[in-house]
């Protein structure tokens, strides 16, 4: 057997990079524990939320999946903060979590090009560059890149109180070779650790109790096809736990695995188990729970909120204190589970490893966490491993063009010492890093790469065109001051152009009517239209800065330099630069106690190296 | 990079002096001039020797010499240090046969560049080495040392966490919208606002406060024609010795020098006279008198007790209404006081005078008094000082958070409130270098809990 691609692991990223590699032409392999477990969801049955519905937007207006299949297989949509500016703006969708799986399985089976195989990879065949894997079962494939996508999966411990058990998730054997031979050549392996919360019998909760979380009305979709989505939504719930609850949590501490030094990995500070949210905030009265229905027809819901490492009876005591919960069946317990995972130092920002060429890893494996983060890293693997085998220019997303620019490079750059969640806070653009803009910011790579048909890209164009006469027209057209006045009140000078008017802070886009009347526009345009006249200084302002940057980004610092040469550097950032090993200014400067003019003194010794050189 | 020399210690008389070589053939430079082999010397220990011309081989002075090895010298390069017998012609003599030796001469602060360049100081601490080089009063020196010892830094960094804190709270409320966080509380927001601009603006305004007295305090002398400011100017001026040459004006219309007053290192400026003229020449001369005036912190205005008809003049009104310190010095004692002295009080109200002779060196010691006393009044007593780009970066800090609390007053959203504090925070990164992006994650997950 030979293939082009072979990608390891069928998870969210899995499936965004077979799919990426397979539509860019390559022939490609996805190998899997089980097939019928590809894009299974591990943990929360929703896709998206704060910054990551940003990353799924990305994905998708790269030519992915991932929002198209919450599109069609959601069941609640939510747009969040929207008290807030549109720039942090973030759409959540709870999934059902089986129609999910099913639907990107019929995609993935289906698609020219990429075939499908259940066995194990115990090894990847290597001689400085990707030749092949060997499996488990015998097999031997050849192929020119290799992606690494294994989740949870390497060597995963699960902990469900004191019992322990090796586990690639809750019923999934792990795999248990793939660490130990890329440990081979030299990878660094480290070990995180991540948690999930118990799943309930429906029945068995009394909803009497719970405060109704309804979904918006109309729902949004994800995907750039559908702004809008005609579907029946599923009702959530809120329940807060209390002095009750704690007392429990905070007295059985001495058989805590988290507290006994029995879990040695770390977990996530934005993921807390109830008993680390119950230890390090005594004073809180409540904690927060969302109760998620695990599908349309299904009896399971998910208790968002109480991931534990605490065993079943004790999860069963700490259900009772709650009052809907009082009675609740436990079908499945919550867990925390164990795993190796790569440096993601040891990565190139196209995802490449440095030691090896056409090795890619994408997703847990290089230490983050979420769907969204693994999708995102699946399909800039799934590019790049075929820009690789066709000896094509790397694709590297820039922190100014999306959240995958920035989620890349915090890991290659910074490396991870906790699992990487996306944060809108990490983005320094976060003004231009809308979930708005997306296509806007990357669509043209998704065209470029064949990812996006030519149609689309066309309807998009063609949209756009409609947005920018639309901004120029508002930013033409004078009304005068009486006629301001109608829409709001305000100082105004003897005329106004209808964009000044629009960018006061509270006139809508539809207030304009008021005063002007011409064509109407669809709804999603109106809102652009607006959003891009509102945050158009601000915008201008964040895209200097991001200029003045990629100067620093596109200054290579030489593979070969010795920092012990470099005059004018501290002792610090000499060590730093060793360690991190920066493949330019920009990646230098943001490692963490690199300062300004350790970055100014590489620059002059570039520039100088470089003039003596020629 | 060269080889370079420079006499260390001020040309003149004395008893000693210290003459440097750094660079990379600083053993070289040793072997000329010493004939001695390099690799018998050993690093920090003091050599006895005579020292010869390396042409002509005559024997130039006996000295003595300390060799440093790299790094572990000042420049972190090679490095020698001569004593020699001090003086005008020697130092001088030693130093032409170290240029003919191979050496180059050293610019300006070049040392103290090459130590920065080596490494084995940062930015900040080569630009208060400069300063300590300059500052010659004991208060002068401990402001320096006192940031050596990086209490800029130190205070700078309170700041850095407080707006820090700010921008957590803002962050907070973006990132995690369902996860039951307190709403803003407008009040305590406002607040911390409030105490990072006062923490601000004191900052910078001591920060300046102790350049310019680093720099010391600038006295202009002025008055009419022929009052005696020229010779009051020698008078403060002779008993303590100036430090710097004479600077002459460039249109040679006054003369400066540095000069002590008691502990404080000033500069006094000797002004042209203040005459009603239609001469060009002498309109310059206003001109730029005017301009010395703008600079000076104290104006020692001199008038003549002498004159039976001498009085304050709209000078004056105009010197109050710049805020500048006045002393009002009556000259020409030593000729008997016919001004009429009440009304001359009544019109001065409260501002400082003195009557002295100049030319007698009456009084004088009481206007170094004064002079102190008015220096104390404006600089009060520093701790700290900024560099000019500190403090540029630090009002550009101010700047950017008044301009988020514009934003908020008016209650913009939250991400573009934060904004302006982010980009603060990235400026600030220049001074002190930390990872801001993950100390706000930080801060919000040892405040809030949040996560699922």
């Known amino acids: 057997m030979k293939y082009d691609v072979i990608v390891i692991g069928g998870g969210h990223a899995g499936c965004e990079a077979s799919l990426a590699s397979s539509r860019m032409g390559a022939k490609t392999l996805l190998i899997t524990l089980r097939k019928d477990r590809i894009a299974q969801m591990s943990c929360n049955p ?33 747009l969040l903060n929207t008290k807030k500016g549109p720039a942090v703006w973030s759409l959540r969708a709870q999934a059902d979590r089986v129609l999910y799986r099913k ?47 294994g989740g949870t999966f390497l060597n995963g411990v699960i902990h469900v109180g004191l019992i322990q058990f090796r586990a690639g998730r809750m019923g999934e054997f792990p795999s248990k070779g793939l660490s130990n031979s890329l440990r081979k050549p030299g990878f660094k392996i480290g070990r995180l650790k991540t948690g999930t919360s118990p799943r309930v019998l429906k029945s068995s909760i009394d909803f009497k109790e719970a405060q109704i979380v309804e979904g918006d009305n109309p729902p949004r979709g994800f995907s750039f096809r559908n702004p809008f989505l005609n579907v029946n939504q599923e009702i959530c719930w809120m329940v807060y736990t209390n002095q009750k609850t704690h007392k429990i949590v905070d007295e059985l501490r001495e058989i805590c695995p988290l507290f006994i030094g029995q879990i040695k990995s770390i977990g996530p500070r934005y993921c807390p188990s109830i008993e680390a949210k119950v230890f390090n905030f005594p004073e809180k009265e409540r904690h927060l729970l969302f109760l998620e229905p695990d599908g349309r027809d299904s009896d399971i819901i998910y208790i968002s909120g109480l991931s534990t490492s605490y ?33 993601p130092r040891q990565l190139y920002p196209w995802l490449e490893s440095k030691k090896i060429r056409g090795l890619f890893f994408a997703g847990q494996i290089n230490g983050t966490s979420g769907y969204e983060e693994a999708g995102a890293q699946g399909i ?3 590019i790049n491993a075929v820009l690789y085998l066709d000896k094509k220019e790397p694709f590297v997303i820039k922190r100014s063009e999306g959240y995958t620019g920035v989620m890349i490079d915090d890991l290659v750059t910074k490396g991870v010492d906790e699992p990487y969640r996306m944060f809108t806070s990490r983005a320094e653009y976060r003004i231009i890093l809308r979930q708005d803009n997306a296509c806007e910011r990357l669509m043209h790579y998704g065209y470029k790469f064949g990812l996006i048909n030519e149609s689309e890209y066309k309807k998009f164009l063609e949209e756009r065109k409609i947005v920018d006469e639309e901004i120029e027209r508002l930013k033409k057209q004078r009304i005068k001051r009486e006629a301001a006045l109608k829409v709001i009140k305000d100082n105004f000078k003897e005329s106004v152009t209808l964009a000044e008017l629009l960018r006061r802070a509270n006139v809508k886009y539809d207030d304009l009517k008021k005063i002007n009347k011409d064509k109407e526009l669809p709804s999603h345009l109106k809102e652009k239209v607006e959003i891009e006249i509102k945050y158009e200084g601000f915008v201008k302002r964040q895209l200097k800065e991001a200029k003045h940057f990629e100067k620093l980004e596109k200054k290579k610092i030489p593979e070969d330099i010795d920092y012990e040469s470099v005059p004018n550097l501290s002792y610090e950032a000499r060590e730093k630069l060793r360690k991190y090993k920066p493949l330019n200014l920009g990646q230098a400067s943001r490692i963490p106690g690199i300062r300004a003019t350790d970055i100014t003194a590489l620059l002059f010794y570039i520039e100088n190296r470089s003039i003596s050189n020629k | 990079m060269s080889t370079v020399c420079a006499i260390a210690t001020p040309h003149g008389i004395s008893a000693l002096a210290i003459i440097r070589v750094t660079g990379p053939d600083t053993k070289e430079i040793l072997k000329k001039i010493f004939f001695k082999n390099p690799s018998e010397i050993s690093p920090k220990r003091i050599y006895r020797s005579f020292l010869y011309h390396p042409e002509t081989k005559e024997i130039l002075d006996e000295v003595t010499f300390v060799f440093y090895r790299e790094p572990e010298s ?16 020697v130092p001088r003599l030693i130093e032409e046969a170290i240029i003919k030796a191979g050496a180059d001469p050293a610019l300006p602060g070049e040392f103290t560049k090459r130590r920065f360049l080596n490494g084995k100081i940062d930015l900040l601490q080569a630009e208060s080495i400069n300063e300590i080089s300059r500052a010659t009063t004991k208060s002068a020196v401990s402001i320096t040392l006192s940031k050596l010892k990086r209490d800029v830094s130190k205070r700078f960094g309170v700041i850095q966490d407080e707006i820090i804190d700010l921008v957590k709270d803002f962050e907070a409320i973006i990132d995690f919208p369902e996860e039951d966080i307190p709403p803003l509380d407008d009040r305590e927001i406002m607040k911390k606002y409030n105490s990072i601009i006062k923490k601000l603006e004191n900052f910078i305004e001591e920060g300046e406060k102790g350049r310019k007295f680093l720099k010391g305090p600038k006295i202009a002398i002025c008055g009419k024609t022929n009052v005696g400011k020229s010779t009051l100017f020698n008078a403060l001026l002779e008993r303590e010795r100036a430090i710097v040459s004479e600077i002459p004006g460039t249109t040679r219309d006054y003369i400066s020098e540095e000069v002590f007053i008691k502990e404080v290192l000033t500069k006094v400026f000797d002004t042209a006279g203040i005459r009603k003229t239609k001469g060009k020449v002498e309109k310059i001369g206003i001109k730029k008198t005017e301009q010395i005036i703008e600079q000076s912190d104290i104006i020692v205005y001199m008038l003549d007790a002498s004159s039976k008809n001498e009085k304050l003049d709209g000078f004056i009104k105009n010197l109050k209404e710049k805020e500048k310190e006045i002393i009002v010095v009556f000259n020409k004692i030593d000729r008997g006081i016919k001004i009429d002295r009440k009304k001359l009080k009544r019109d001065l109200k409260d501002i400082s005078f003195i009557f002295v002779s100049a030319k007698e060196r009456k ?27 500190e403090s540029r970066i630090c009002v550009k800090v101010l700047t950017l958070i008044r301009e988020s609390f ?3 007053s008016k209650k913009l959203s939250e991400e573009i409130v934060v904004l302006p504090l982010k980009e603060s925070l990235s400026l600030m990164n220049d001074l002190i270098g930390i990872d801001v992006e993950d100390k706000i994650l930080e ?10």
């Open chain 1, 46 to 78: 929703s896709i998206g939320g704060i910054a990551k519905a940003q990353l799924v937007k990305e994905i998708d207006a790269l030519g992915g999946e991932m929002a198209k299949n919450i599109d069609e297989t959601g069941i609640q949509f939510r």
């Open chain 1, 103 to 149: 639907r990107m399985q019929e995609i993935i089976f289906s698609q020219k090009n990429l075939d499908v195989l259940e066995d194990e990879v115990i090894e990847i065949i290597t001689d400085k560059e990707v030749k092949g894997v060997l499996t488990t079962r015998g097999r031997k494939i050849e192929a020119g890149a290799a992606i690494v996508t």
């Open chain 1, 311 to 343: 065993g079943v009876d004790i999860q069963y005591k700490i259900l009772r204190t709650i009052p809907a919960l009082h009675n609740a069946e436990i079908l499945v317990p919550g867990y925390a589970i164990e795993y190796d995972f790569s440096d």
């Open chain 1, 380 to 382: 800039v693997a799934g």
């Open chain 2, 74 to 89: 000042y420049t972190g390069e090679d490095m020698l240090e001569i004593i020699s017998h001090g003086g005008y012609i």
């Open chain 2, 363 to 389: 009084n004088i010691d009481k206007l170094r008094n004064l002079i102190e006393q008015k220096t104390m009044k404006i600089f009060g007593e520093p701790h700290f000082s900024l560099s000019e780009r």
């Open chain 2, 406 to 408: 514009t934003s908020f």
């Open chain 2, 443 to 452: 801060k919000i997950f040892e405040n809030f809990c949040v996560g699922k």
